[in-house]
Structures are given as C-alpha cells and as structure tokens.
C-alpha cells in the first residue's frame, strides 16, 4: 500500500500532505498536552516495531502468507493520537531511509494508513469492545475486526486516489498522466487484494497480540479501553468539544448547496430523459453519451424506496439552506438516537452476561 | 509454506533491510557531487527534481530527469549495477505489471491491436503506460539517489533546519536507532525458535508463534521505552531536544541548490503539455 512517486499528481499530494499535517499538528499537540515527555521514547519504540511487523511473514488460512501493518496495535495501545505519530514515523523511515514508498507521496501514504488508519481502528475497536473487561474475548473480536476494517479503509483511500488521477488528470490526447485506471477499475484491483489477504493478516495479528497482551500485560490496554478517564479516554471536557465541533459543524452545513453541479453516478432516472439532464450526464462523463433511456434495473430499484426528504430539501420548507441545515439535523438526530439504542442493548446483554 | 520457510523468510527480510542500511550509509561516506553538497542543499535539489519528475507532461521531459539522475549517481560514485538491481529492475517489472492493461483499456484512437485476443492498444493507453513506468523510475532513481547519499543524521539535521518540530526529529532519530536493537532481538527470537523447531509445524501454529513472537517484541519494546525515558530522564531530559551539530551552508551550496532548481524548472517547462 506504499504508493511510490509518480503515481498521484502533485497536486493530490499536495492536499493529501495538508490532511496529514492537521492530523500530525492535532496528534502532536494532545500529546505535548496530555503525556509530555514519556511518550517521546514510547511512540519512537511503537514506531519501530510498526516497522518491523510489517517484514513478519504471517501464514495465512488458505495457503498465502500475508504482511500486518501494525495501525491497529499502535491505535489500541497508544490512543489514536499517538498511532497517528508513530505509524507516520515508521512510514516517513521506510520512505527517507529505505526509500520505500514516495517522498512527495509521504503525505498520501501517512494519511490512508496512519490517520486514516488509526482513527478507524480505534473507532472499530472501541464501538465493538464496548465496556467489556480488559481480559475479555470481546475485545480479541475487536481487535480483530479493528485490523480488518483499518486497512480496507486504507486501501480503499488509495484506490480512490489512484481512481481519480484519470478525471482530473490527462494530456491534450486524453491519455493518463499518473494512474491510468478509472475508479471501476482501481478499487476493485487493490481492494480484492486488501479483502482476501492484507486485511486478514493486519486481523489475525491485531487479535494475536491483544490476545498475547491480555495474558501478559493487560495495563497495556487500559489506556484506550474506556474502563478509565485518564488523558486519553473521553472526559467530559474532551465530550464538551465533540458536541461544539458537531454544532459547528451543523452551522456550516448550509455551505453545501454552493457545491456546484451533481456528484458523478447520482442522477436520477428523470435525468435520463431530459436534454439538460442528459448534457449534463455527458459532460460529466468525459463526453461519452448516456443511454438512450434510463437503465432499467435503476428504474425497476429506484421506486423500491422514497425519502422522506429527498436531495436534503424538504418540501413544506421554501428556504434551500434552511431545509439543508434542518435535514442535517434530524441526520444527525438519526445517528445519536441509533448510538444510544446499540449502546442501550449492549449495556442490557453485559448485565446479563455472567460476571467476568 | 514450511515452518523453516516462513521464519527463514522473516529473517531474510530482516537481514536484507538491515544490509541495504549498511551499504547506504557506507555510500553516504564516499567522496562524491552529492556527497559533497550540505544536505539541505541536497534535500531541497533533489526533491524539486523528484516534483519536476511530477510535474512534466511529457516523456522526453521526464527521460532527460531519469539520465540526469543515472548522471548524478556515476559523479556520486554510486553504481550503476547497485541502480540497476536495487531500483530500475524491480520498478520496472512493478510499474509494467500496473502499466500494461491500461495500454488496452484506456479509451483512444486504435494503435494496433492481438486479433488473437481481440484486444485492441490505443495511443493513448501506450502513451499512458509510457508515461507512468518512466515517471515512476525516474522518481524512484531520485529517491534513492537521496537516500543512498545521505547519512540518516544529516537528514535529521536538515529536518531541522526546515523547521519540522523538535519531537518529531527526536521520535526519528530514536526510532531509526530503535529499528536496528529490535530488528536484532527478532532475529534472534525467530532463529532461536527455527533451531528448536523439529520437522513441521502446521500453518495455524506458525501463525500463533507469528503472533506470540511479535507480542514478546512488542512487550521488550515498551519495557526498552521505559528504561530508555528513566536513562533520558536521569540525563536532564525535560521534553526539549537540542541538536549538536549545527552546519552553515557554502557559497557551493547554493549554487549546487540553484543548478538544481534551474534544471527542474527547465524540465517543467520543456515537459509542459
């Protein structure tokens, strides 16, 4: 998943550099915050063992052997924020000391395995791990799929940058100027791979080592297994800024209807048969025609069901950013109230389970 | 996969990396155009060449940066052979794996086409594929150029220099070092465990000794972490690092820096499209 120089553009890049660098200045800051000087020595070990799992040769069901990654690890023991430095670490070594994966690619690859990566990994594992017991089997589950849906997460982030380069980037003759294969194709290629084989391996070695870690060490877990409200669990005060971000957020969302045009691939059947609907189809497709008439598998699952509010625009409002904002919220709503009843089940099972 | 293979293997790739870190820092000492430069005169000329590679549209552009890079490597004293076997092959059969379906699938004016296989090349796809193999080796070629040149400690230096935070050097100069003692220690644990090993094993216990012998690295590694914080402490550690060695760039240097950026520029311009 390295991708080496040559095949994003500079200007892919350049974002995927500004994405890494607010999650490395973010990760960095909570870290000068909230552990100060020992966590210097700690992210440079995790960071070098990062580095060497990633040269285990892991013997995989099936007959393959796969490579880990080690995000996973690094997210559970050492907390998203950590993760982020040291997978960034052992990333930016294998490419300036081994010259493994591009330079100016640096950014790209630290941002789909080590933010991306962590972030998920660390979501993956707390949501299924719950408030389960540092030596339960759940959290081996968790790990488990923690490391499984890290890298296809990863991967897919790869997959949709090599995807784009063809959109944005080709010559006056319409050849590719850096990865030539359009996003049918480049996710499918690299996720086969990631689903069958890498994302088993980062799984297998995720689950082995908090397994391992559960009989030998389980203070190890403490810090990111939400039993405590040390510096790197969510206090109150680090809630406090979730809800002001999610608000902000809320605010903002009115932007969105100066986003110009259509997303590639979502139109509606009634697009299909009227000409600006039709223009616009074309030119979104790099000139090539839509079909005389709408597909008819769209058209047969396209009336299975109706929005409640279709395109973010209720109809009883006139305003379109006031519908925007409003359908933000009640999504919004939706999520909270859906996280609430899973967490509400989840306590409910734990109290009848058998005490561990 | 045998038990032997798979630890063997291991300790193959290990003992490979560990020996291209010593033949890289042994490059880095030799007398040479490249190695005479200040790093950061190295650091910032070699990459505007990597971000020329990037930026240029057109192949004879980009071919003139990958014989300028071959140029380079001969007045560095770094060998052709090495250029070869480390970087040009194993690229070249990578990017022509990627590049070669596209000389098909890309849509574009017919070029030839296999009748047998009913598939069709288009001057687009072939000019595509063209594009990417010598972009990719010609940035890989860079790359390399700046990693082979170049002890890791200079590279901190110039980190430094260009402002990257102090913890971050530090986490990079203590990993870097770190590498080497675990990389050692896993060595020895996967051969102590070959050496124990009597015919085979089956793949889910290979997998379960993966597994325990990275959890054992990974249990010697925090417990290192927290001798090396107790050593650093007792040593004055307070969170601030300072480096020792501070270097002035030459008037050599900044007109090895302008050549530098002088020649990509000219690339980017010939290579526009």
Same mark, same amino acid.
């Given at each position: 998943?390295?991708?080496?120089?040559?095949?994003?553009?500079?200007?892919?890049?350049?974002?995927?550099?500004?994405?890494?660098?607010?999650?490395?200045?973010?990760?960095?800051?909570?870290?000068?915050?909230?552990?100060?000087?020992?966590?210097?020595?700690?992210?440079?070990?995790?960071?070098?063992?990062?580095?060497?799992?990633?040269?285990?040769?892991?013997?995989?069901?099936?007959?393959?052997?796969?490579?880990?990654?080690?995000?996973?690890?690094?997210?559970?023991?050492?907390?998203?924020?950590?993760?982020?430095?040291?997978?960034?670490?052992?990333?930016?070594?294998?490419?300036?000391?081994?010259?493994?994966?591009?330079?100016?690619?640096?950014?790209?690859?630290?941002?789909?395995?080590?933010?991306?990566?962590?972030?998920?990994?660390?979501?993956?594992?707390?949501?299924?791990?719950?408030?389960?017991?540092?030596?339960?089997?759940?959290?081996?589950?968790?790990?488990?799929?923690?490391?499984?849906?890290?890298?296809?997460?990863?991967?897919?982030?790869?997959?949709?940058?090599?995807?784009?380069?063809?959109?944005?980037?080709?010559?006056?003759?319409?050849?590719?100027?850096?990865?030539?294969?359009?996003?049918?194709?480049?996710?499918?290629?690299?996720?086969?791979?990631?689903?069958?084989?890498?994302?088993?391996?980062?799984?297998?070695?995720?689950?082995?080592?908090?397994?391992?870690?559960?009989?030998?060490?389980?203070?190890?877990?403490?810090?990111?297994?939400?039993?405590?409200?040390?510096?790197?669990?969510?206090?109150?005060?680090?809630?406090?800024?979730?809800?002001?971000?999610?608000?902000?957020?809320?605010?903002?969302?009115?932007?969105?209807?100066?986003?110009?045009?259509?997303?590639?691939?979502?139109?509606?059947?009634?697009?299909?048969?009227?000409?600006?609907?039709?223009?616009?189809?074309?030119?979104?497709?790099?000139?090539?025609?839509?079909?005389?008439?709408?597909?008819?598998?769209?058209?047969?699952?396209?009336?299975?069901?109706?929005?409640?509010?279709?395109?973010?625009?209720?109809?009883?409002?006139?305003?379109?950013?006031?519908?925007?904002?409003?359908?933000?919220?009640?999504?919004?709503?939706?999520?909270?109230?859906?996280?609430?009843?899973?967490?509400?089940?989840?306590?409910?099972?734990?109290?009848?389970?058998?005490?561990? | 996969?045998?038990?032997?293979?798979?630890?063997?293997?291991?300790?193959?790739?290990?003992?490979?990396?560990?020996?291209?870190?010593?033949?890289?820092?042994?490059?880095?000492?030799?007398?040479?155009?490249?190695?005479?430069?200040?790093?950061?005169?190295?650091?910032?000329?070699?990459?505007?060449?990597?971000?020329?590679?990037?930026?240029?549209?057109?192949?004879?552009?980009?071919?003139?940066?990958?014989?300028?890079?071959?140029?380079?490597?001969?007045?560095?004293?770094?060998?052709?052979? !090495? #250029?070869? $076997?480390?970087?040009? *092959?194993?690229?070249? %059969? &990578?990017? @022509?794996?990627? =590049?070669?379906?596209?000389?098909?699938?890309?849509?574009?004016?017919?070029?030839?086409?296999?009748?047998?296989?009913?598939?069709?090349?288009?001057?687009?796809?072939?000019?595509?594929?063209?594009?990417?193999?010598?972009?990719?080796?010609?940035?890989?070629?860079?790359?390399?150029?700046?990693?082979?040149?170049?002890?890791?400690?200079?590279?901190?230096?110039?980190?430094?220099?260009?402002?990257?935070?102090?913890?971050?050097?530090?986490?990079?100069?203590?990993?870097?070092?770190?590498?080497?003692?675990?990389?050692?220690?896993?060595?020895?644990?996967?051969?102590?465990?070959?050496?124990?090993?009597?015919?085979?094993?089956?793949?889910?216990?290979?997998?379960?000794?993966?597994?325990?012998?990275?959890?054992? !690295? #990974?249990? $010697?590694?925090?417990? *290192?972490?927290?001798? %090396? &914080?107790? @050593?650093?402490? =007792?040593?004055?550690?307070?969170?601030?690092?300072?480096?020792?060695?501070?270097?002035?760039?030459?008037?050599?240097?900044?007109?090895?820096?302008?050549?530098?950026?002088?020649?990509?520029?000219?690339?980017?311009?010939?290579?526009?499209?």
């Amino acid at each position: 998943m390295h991708i080496p120089d040559g095949y994003l553009s500079p200007s892919t890049c350049a974002v995927l550099y500004g994405g890494s660098g607010i999650a490395w200045y973010t990760s960095l800051r909570r870290v000068r915050h909230s552990l100060n000087a020992r966590m210097v020595p700690l992210i440079a070990v995790f960071a070098a063992f990062s580095f060497l799992v990633m040269m285990f040769n892991l013997p995989l069901p099936g007959g393959t052997t796969g490579h880990a990654i080690g995000v996973s690890v690094a997210a559970i023991v050492l907390g998203p924020a950590g993760a982020i430095l040291s997978v960034s670490v052992a990333v930016a070594i294998q490419a300036l000391f081994f010259g493994d994966g591009g330079i100016l690619a640096l950014g790209a690859n630290c941002f789909n395995m080590a933010v991306v990566g962590s972030l998920f990994a660390y979501a993956s594992y707390r949501l299924v791990a719950g408030g389960a017991a540092l030596t339960s089997h759940r959290r081996v589950i968790a790990a488990a799929i923690a490391g499984y849906v890290a890298i296809n997460l990863s991967a897919l982030l790869a997959a949709i940058e090599f995807g784009i380069q063809p959109m944005f980037f080709h010559d006056t003759g319409g050849a590719p100027l850096y990865a030539p294969y359009p996003l049918r194709i480049a996710v499918p290629a690299m996720m086969i791979g990631h689903l069958a084989i890498a994302g088993v391996a980062e799984a297998v070695i995720t689950a082995g080592l908090v397994a391992y870690l559960q009989s030998s060490d389980p203070a190890l877990l403490r810090t990111t297994s939400g039993l405590v409200t040390d510096g790197s669990a969510l206090t109150p005060t680090s809630l406090r800024h979730l809800w002001i971000t999610v608000a902000l957020l809320l605010l903002l969302t009115p932007l969105g209807i100066l986003a110009a045009g259509k997303a590639w691939g979502e139109w509606s059947i009634h697009e299909f048969s009227e000409p600006r609907g039709r223009a616009r189809i074309q030119a979104a497709s790099r000139d090539e025609a839509p079909p005389a008439a709408s597909p008819a598998g769209l058209r047969r699952l396209s009336t299975i069901w109706t929005a409640p509010l279709p395109a973010y625009a209720p109809r009883f409002i006139k305003s379109a950013g006031f519908g925007y904002f409003l359908s933000a919220m009640f999504g919004v709503g939706c999520v909270l109230a859906s996280s609430l009843a899973l967490q509400a089940v989840l306590r409910g099972r734990r109290s009848l389970g058998p005490p561990q | 996969m045998s038990a032997r293979g798979t630890f063997a293997g291991t300790i193959v790739g290990i003992s490979r990396t560990l020996a291209d870190a010593m033949v890289y820092e042994d490059l880095a000492h030799r007398p040479g155009l490249l190695q005479s430069l200040d790093p950061r005169a190295r650091l910032v000329g070699l990459l505007s060449l990597v971000l020329a590679v990037t930026l240029a549209h057109r192949l004879s552009a980009i071919l003139l940066l990958l014989a300028a890079g071959a140029l380079l490597a001969r007045l560095s004293h770094v060998g052709i052979l !090495l #250029l070869g $076997k480390r970087v040009w *092959l194993p690229v070249l %059969v &990578f990017s @022509a794996i990627v =590049a070669l379906p596209a000389v098909f699938l890309t849509p574009g004016s017919p070029a030839f086409s296999i009748d047998a296989l009913a598939f069709e090349a288009t001057h687009q796809g072939l000019n595509s594929a063209a594009l990417l193999i010598s972009r990719v080796e010609a940035a890989a070629t860079l790359t390399t150029l700046l990693v082979v040149t170049t002890p890791w400690m200079h590279i901190l230096n110039a980190l430094r220099s260009f402002r990257v935070p102090q913890e971050i050097v530090l986490i990079l100069a203590m990993t870097h070092r770190y590498v080497f003692l675990l990389a050692e220690t896993a060595t020895q644990m996967f051969q102590s465990r070959q050496s124990r090993t009597v015919g085979s094993l089956d793949r889910a216990t290979q997998r379960h000794v993966t597994t325990r012998t990275a959890g054992v !690295l #990974l249990s $010697k590694s925090m417990e *290192l972490s927290g001798e %090396v &914080f107790l @050593a650093m402490q =007792a040593r004055g550690f307070r969170g601030n690092a300072r480096a020792l060695v501070g270097c002035r760039l030459r008037a050599k240097d900044f007109l090895g820096m302008a050549a530098f950026l002088a020649f990509a520029t000219l690339c980017v311009w010939a290579g526009r499209s």
